[in-house]
Nanobody
Framework: VQLQASGGGLVQPGGSLRLSCSAS????????TGWFRRAPGKEREFVAA????????YYKDSVKDRFTISKDNAKDTVYLQMNNLKPEDTATYFC?????????????WGQGTLVTVSS
């Protein structure tokens, strides 16, 4: 089972980035998938998750109106579109696969991709 995240980088406040997470060794259509992040000096936190079919998604309150999680089951890829980025969004972002039962429980983790929001 592997999760390969990409798409991080340096962006100015107000800008956009799209993170991608490519899965191998399993099919994302059978699992909930999600994103977590860890900002410098802070604990890891949940960002967003999506159910196996892609019909329902869940977000951290502070990103709800700016980030969109989606998936392409045919490509075994999960995306996180991030708009109107703020300096406080600076973090290493991790993609995950797991289950959703009232809340999202990650079971497999990919390596992180760094997002830096700075002018």
């Amino acid at each position: 089972v592997q999760l390969q995240a990409s798409g991080g980088g340096l962006v100015q406040p107000g800008g956009s980035l799209r993170l991608s997470c490519s899965a191998s060794g399993f099919s994302v259509e059978h699992y909930a998938t999600g994103w977590f992040r860890r900002a410098p000096g802070k604990e890891r936190e949940f960002v967003a998750a999506i159910n196996p079919s892609g019909s329902a998604s869940y977000y951290k309150d502070s990103v709800k109106d700016r980030f969109t999680i989606s998936k392409d089951n045919a490509k075994d890829t999960v995306y996180l579109q991030m708009n109107n980025l703020k300096p406080e969004d600076t973090a290493t972002y991790f993609c995950t696969a797991g289950v959703y039962k009232g809340r999202y429980y990650p079971a497999a983790w990919g390596q992180g991709t760094l997002v830096t929001v700075s002018s």
